[in-house]
T-cell receptor, first 115, second 111 residues
């Protein structure tokens, strides 16, 4: 079946502009995660959605970052007033349920470059 | 101390060798652990889950030492295709359902 998809695959933007990244999880997956991975670094947790519960935003690095999810489907991650340090690959993952019990399936990521 | 710590490597080994990586974690309440594999410029994919003392799948063996708070991954008879970065993942049960990823250990298997 279809896996997790993300768009765009690459995004180049100028410093100060806003960007919106999209994630389509696997159908039926109630949990959705956003991560950031800087070049040569590990994954950094950003935000977690589980069903209709309030999202866990504890990983968002600043108030320039926000994310929304429509029900148990598509999610968007918005970065306002982008900075060069925002350059990274943004990975989305979905799973059938809570972390620690279910495998996470990752999308191919969006490579963001802020010039 | 980092919550999940791994030796970044790279580990350079010849084909057919046995290689082991360790991952140490700080959250003693963690109950389950995962090893993910990430190929260069690709997304991570689950390699193994570890819920009790260990798990074995073909050439791959994961072992958990709760007393010392580390997980190991052993790869026997290394293949060229095993070249990748191996990520240790520990759920933080005290922080909702956040997963903490280690920085990864890079493995390069040479002919």
């Amino acid at each position: 079946g279809a896996g997790v998809s993300q768009s765009p695959s690459n995004k180049v933007t100028e410093k100060g502009k806003d960007v919106e990244l999209r994630c389509d999880p696997i159908s039926g997956h109630t949990a959705l995660y956003w991560y950031r991975q800087r070049l040569g670094q590990g994954l950094e947790f950003l935000i977690y959605f589980q069903g209709n519960s309030a999202p866990d935003k504890s990983g968002l690095p600043s108030d320039r970052f926000s994310a929304e999810r429509t029900g148990e489907s598509v999610s968007t991650l918005t970065i306002q007033r982008t900075q060069q340090e925002d350059s990274a690959v943004y990975l989305c993952a979905s799973s059938l349920g809570v972390a620690g019990l279910y495998e996470q399936y990752f999308g191919p990521g969006t490579r963001l470059t802020v010039t | 101390r980092k919550e999940v710590e791994q030796d970044p490597g790279p580990f350079n080994v010849p084909e057919g060798a046995t290689v082991a990586f360790n991952c140490t974690y700080s959250n003693s309440a963690s109950q389950s652990f995962f090893w993910y594999r990430q190929d260069c410029r690709k997304e991570p994919k689950l390699l193994m889950s570890v819920y009790s003392s260990g798990n074995e799948d073909g050439r791959f063996t994961a072992q958990l030492n709760r007393a010392s708070q580390y997980i190991s991954l052993l790869i026997r008879d290394s293949k060229l295709s095993d070249s990748a970065t191996y990520l240790c993942v520990v759920p933080d049960n005290n922080a909702g359902n956040m997963l903490t990823f280690g920085g990864g250990t890079r493995l390069m298997v040479k002919p």
